[in-house]
């Protein structure tokens, strides 16, 4: 089992920056593939970016150049780094890890969302 604990969030002025951060817990094997998701209300949960165990990254086309998905394999930590946030980044921020249990067996795991918040 892996839990997966986010940050807090908060709110941000438009243009402001903010670094989410989220700790992979519990009892695997190894952590895979980890990704940010977001549901704003109103809409589906759409994938923001996600990063392999080896580093290799994919963001979604309205983010590039101002977010930017890291992670630190020894902490088991995906991070977040968002920058000149627009009103429409708002939304709750998931994060998303696929976790190797001792039986080699994958399975895909959310945190809890945390609430990020663009407004003057």
């Known amino acids: 089992q892996v839990q997966l604990v986010e940050s807090e969030g908060g709110l941000v002025q438009p243009g402001g920056s903010l670094r989410l951060s989220c700790v992979a817990s519990g009892s695997f094997f190894s952590i895979g593939l980890m990704g940010w998701y977001r549901q704003a209300p109103g809409k589906q949960r759409e994938l923001v970016a996600t990063?392999?165990?080896?580093?290799?990254?994919n963001h979604r086309d309205s983010v590039k150049g101002r977010f930017t998905i890291s992670r630190d394999n020894a902490k088991n930590t995906v991070y977040l780094g968002m920058n000149s946030l627009k009103s429409e980044d708002t939304a709750v921020y998931f994060c998303?890890?696929?976790?190797?249990?001792?039986?080699?067996?994958?399975?895909?795991?959310w945190g809890q969302g945390t609430q990020v918040t663009v407004s003057s």
């Open positions: 998303n890890a696929n976790g190797r249990d001792y039986d080699n067996i994958v399975k895909n795991y």
């Open positions: 990063i392999t165990s080896g580093g290799s990254t």
